[in-house]
């Protein structure tokens, strides 16, 4: 615990704020799922969790032919059937859709600028692109 609140020390006061505000927004998300039905919470973390999971093994599959382990044509087979699942997720689970989601416009509401620091809107606020 004590190498913790040497560790907290160090900080600087952005950090401070930046974990502070995360550990809000931890609780918050807490609370809303405490507050919901676990069949809808089911319904709209497995098929994110899967979306996340899928992307990241898209990504695998790239660092295995950059590593020779295993060819181009055969990771072009493996990203196809990656992309194909991640397209029924897509069709059958808009992620706009879920109770208690923010809108794009509450986010950004939600958003504290850090001294001397602008918002970008639009720019990198969409989901990762995988490359394969």
Do not use: W, Y
């Amino acid at each position: 615990m004590k190498e913790l609140c040497k560790l907290a020390d160090e900080l600087s006061d952005v950090e401070k704020r930046v974990m502070h505000e995360s550990q809000i927004q931890v609780e918050e998300a807490d609370m809303l799922l405490k507050s919901m039905n676990q069949k809808q919470v089911d319904a709209a973390v497995s098929p994110l969790f899967s979306i996340v999971s899928l992307n990241k093994v898209a990504g695998h599959v790239q660092g295995l032919v950059e590593s020779g382990v295993i060819t181009p044509r055969k990771a072009g087979k493996c990203n196809e059937e990656v992309e194909e699942e991640l397209d029924i997720l897509l069709g059958c689970c808009p992620t706009t859709d879920h109770p208690g989601q923010l809108s794009e416009e509450e986010k950004e509401r939600k958003i504290i600028p850090v001294q001397g620091e602008e918002t970008t809107s639009g720019e990198g606020s969409g989901p990762a692109d995988v490359q394969c």
